[in-house]
């Protein structure tokens, strides 16, 4: 600064650092350093706002994400749903199936059942003969009472062996049917898990983003805070220094009429004086021209010869060349 005063970055009037005031030196050192604060706080200020952008972007992007996840949870739960009850009902009727099995091989006889149902179709033949015997043959009625009751045993047996047969494939259609129903009903759990997992983690994620989100929005309005008062702060002092720029100029002004009116009375004073000078001469010269005019006066009254310039002091105009 090498002007008496200087506009500042916000419009005002700035007395320069070579004033007479004392003040002034510390009001342009604190100016200084105020809107250095405030730069630094409106250079925060656009940091954190790149970064709140940043942040709002990936929380929406996360936002996202998760609800594409639930979209896809409740698809899983409509499959689970859906599922998990056959599931529960085919899983149920496998034990009750499994449990009538049991019973029919304690019936059939536990050591020799897988034996016997192999042989169905001999105990068929064996059947069949029987019957065949007993309207065939001539028997006495003791041998015909003993076929009949062979009969009757061959028939339970054959009997209880078709419908564990028939128990064993509708078991073996059942346990096929449960297996792939687990399969699928396992696979959904596990989605469910995966999703639920996945679905915690991000909005475990947005949580502390929206917390980040929070303290910046805190940080930026302290900052801001900051900043007001810094420009508070330069308002006053700009105040300060107009006053003393104004304060300055007054002087600076006085000064200029006071050495304008001392230009004009020393003028005038000079004037005066060669006035008087003037006059001065002119009375000098005046009584010169008359001592000169006497002289030669008297000159030509005693006769004596004139020269022209004492004729011209005689006869001229007094004051003439």
Same mark, same amino acid.
């Given at each position: 600064?090498?002007?008496? &005063? ?6 005002? @009037? ?13 009001? @342009? ?16 200020? *656009? ?8 942040? +709002? ?18 698809? /899983?739960? *409509?499959? +689970? ?7 529960? !009902? ?17 019936? @059939? ?34 041998? *015909? ?7 009757? =045993? ?11 047969? #028939? ?8 346990? &096929? ?25 991000? +909005? ?24 007001? =008062? ?25 000064? &200029? ?11 005038? /004073? ?8 003037? &006059?001065?001469?002119?009375? !000098?010269?005046? !009584? ?5 005019? !006497? ?9 004596? #010869? ?5 004729? +011209? ?9």
């Amino acid at each position: 600064m090498s002007a008496t &005063t200087t506009a500042n970055n916000n419009g005002g @009037v700035s007395v320069a650092p070579n004033s007479d005031d004392p003040n002034l030196k510390t009001l @342009v050192e604190f100016k200084k350093s105020v809107l250095d604060e405030q730069k630094g706080g409106e250079k925060k200020i *656009e940091e954190i706002n790149s970064s709140l952008d940043a942040v +709002k972007k990936q929380i929406d992007e996360e936002r996202m994400q998760l609800d594409e996840l639930r979209a896809k949870l409740k698809g /899983v739960n *409509e499959e +689970k749903d859906a599922d998990y009850p056959k599931f529960v !009902e085919l899983r149920n009727n496998l034990i009750e199936a499994k449990n009538q099995m049991r019973s029919l091989d304690d019936k @059939v006889g536990q050591a020799k059942s897988r034996k016997d149902r192999s042989e169905m179709s001999g105990l068929s033949k064996a059947l069949e003969q029987i019957e065949r015997d007993i309207q065939t043959k001539k028997l006495s009625k003791d041998e *015909e009472r003993k076929l009949v009751a062979r009969s009757k =045993e061959i028939a339970t047996k054959l009997h209880t062996l078709k419908l564990v047969h #028939k128990k064993e494939g509708q078991y073996r259609e059942m346990s &096929t049917q449960y297996d792939e129903l687990k399969s699928r009903v396992n696979r959904i759990f596990k989605q469910k898990e995966e999703f639920g997992n996945k679905i915690g983690k991000l +909005k475990e994620s947005i949580e502390g983003l929206v917390n980040n989100r929070e303290g910046l929005y805190e940080e930026r309005r302290q900052v801001i805070h900051t900043v007001r =008062e810094a420009t508070a702060k330069l308002e006053m002092i700009e105040t300060q220094l107009n006053a003393i720029a104004f304060k300055k100029n007054r002087m600076a002004q006085n000064e &200029t009429r006071q050495k304008k009116q001392k230009e004009m009375d020393e003028r005038r /004073v000079a004037r005066h004086e060669a006035t008087q000078e003037r &006059t001065r001469r002119d009375k !000098e010269y005046q !009584e010169r021209w008359n001592t000169l005019k !006497e002289a030669a006066q008297k000159k030509m009254s005693s006769g004596e #010869k004139l020269t022209f310039d004492e004729m +011209k002091l005689i006869f001229g105009d007094a004051g003439s060349d």
